[in-house]
């Protein structure tokens, strides 16, 4: 179990952000249909070839799709039935590539500034606030090669911010960088859910990623789109790959509920029932985002009187699928709440599990991730 602190999740779509393309190149074909939410992070999700930066590509107008629609706060930036496409030097866009890409002979400040020539009049307090969400303010001076490949891609990130765009795009903004210089940037990607009012599209194939950034989650495959919807609901669906997969997980929105010092827990809340965390230093009232791994999770029929386990919670069974190779994949419903459990297929068997049994489920694992 892994936590993150969050906002409200359960975003509404908004009508205003329509993306329809169809795209043929032969030994690949892309067609999708989405309504996207017009704030938070929506993470398109898939593997390599399933066509995630083909499609940010088109958005951008980097790509023109023959057949495409795409409308974003009001605005129509490409209509095949009429002729329309606007071109990328004209859409209100940020785009952060995998790579930074900053000037090597500009500052930081300088990077910045090429990004605001392209505004009529910049804004002092949105840069202010630019620097402080990406926390860059005091690397100003400094060129890129005296950056980590972390700061350098918060400063592409800010530069893309700078020019204020109608919705930012970031193509696998971390592919590059190892794993310690993805935990120097993740905290700050984090904050793009609470501090900006326009949507985000980021790009993965990272479970990790998923799991700490988005609000609403795209999965796609062969160029199709295999599921679309609410973080929560879409890692909890059986008939996509993730509920199948060895980090198979459900995300819960809690908030802080009580710091039990003698213990070091945290007892967190949520729709239902209460959670035992190991200590969170948040204060009472916080939200967080608790990620649950299916693994970690498992089924008995009767409420266990003497057990080490502390999360222990009444369910009910919503689905089983058996996977072919020894193990069932249950979904349960923990009063409102989605989750996952890996089992064998023997014990799915030998407890008889079937959908509309109320059972018993034991959290397990328990990691905070920052």
């Not at 066509?51 to 951008?60: D, E, S």
């Not at 967080?288 to 970690?296: F, G, S």
């Not at 409420?303 to 919670?313: A, H, Q, R, Y």
Request: charged fraction near 20%; aromatic fraction near 6%; include cysteine.
């Amino acid at each position: 179990m892994s936590t993150r602190r969050s906002n409200n999740t359960s975003l509404p779509i908004s009508p205003s952000f329509q993306v329809q393309f169809e795209l043929d190149y032969g030994a690949f074909q892309l067609a999708v249909d989405l309504s996207l939410p017009g704030t938070g992070v929506t993470v398109l999700f898939g593997h390599s070839g399933s066509g995630k930066t083909t499609l940010l590509r088109c958005i951008a107008g980097l790509y023109r799709a023959p057949k495409g629609y795409l409308e974003i706060n009001g605005n129509v930036w490409q209509d095949s039935e009429k002729g329309l496409f606007v071109p990328t030097y004209k859409r209100a866009l940020g785009y952060v590539f995998q790579e930074a890409n900053l000037f090597p002979h500009l500052t930081v400040t300088g990077n910045l500034q090429y990004g605001l020539k392209r505004i009529d009049k910049p804004s002092n307090s949105s840069v202010e606030q630019i620097l402080e969400l990406l926390g860059i303010g005091h690397l100003l001076d400094r060129l890129p090669h005296n950056l980590s490949g972390g700061e350098r891609q918060r400063v592409a990130i800010a530069r893309a911010l700078a020019l204020n765009p109608e919705v930012l795009l970031m193509d696998e903004p971390l592919a590059s960088l190892d794993f310690k210089r993805k935990q120097e940037i993740l905290p700050f990607l984090g904050r793009l859910h609470r501090d900006l009012n326009i949507p985000v599209l980021y790009v993965t194939h990272s479970q990790q990623e998923v799991a700490q950034l988005a609000d609403y989650l795209v999965i796609l495959a062969d160029g199709r789109v295999l599921s679309s919807g609410s973080l929560s609901d879409t890692l909890s669906r059986l008939d996509v790959p993730l509920a199948q997969e060895k980090e198979a997980a459900t995300v819960w929105d809690v908030t802080v509920a009580e710091h039990e010092v003698d213990y070091h827990l945290t007892s967190v809340a949520f729709a239902g029932g209460t959670l035992s965390l190991p200590t969170i230093n948040a204060e009472i009232g916080t939200s967080l985002r608790v990620l649950i791994y299916a693994r970690d999770v498992s089924i008995v029929l009767e409420k266990p009187i003497t057990t080490s386990i502390l999360n222990v919670l009444t369910a009910t069974i919503t689905g089983i699928v058996d996977d072919q190779c020894g193990r069932s994949v249950v979904q349960l419903k923990v009063d409102k709440q989605l989750l996952l459990a890996h089992i064998t297929s023997k014990s799915a068997q030998l407890l008889e599990l079937n959908i509309g049994m109320t059972v018993y489920v034991q959290i397990k694992g328990t990691s905070i991730l920052h």
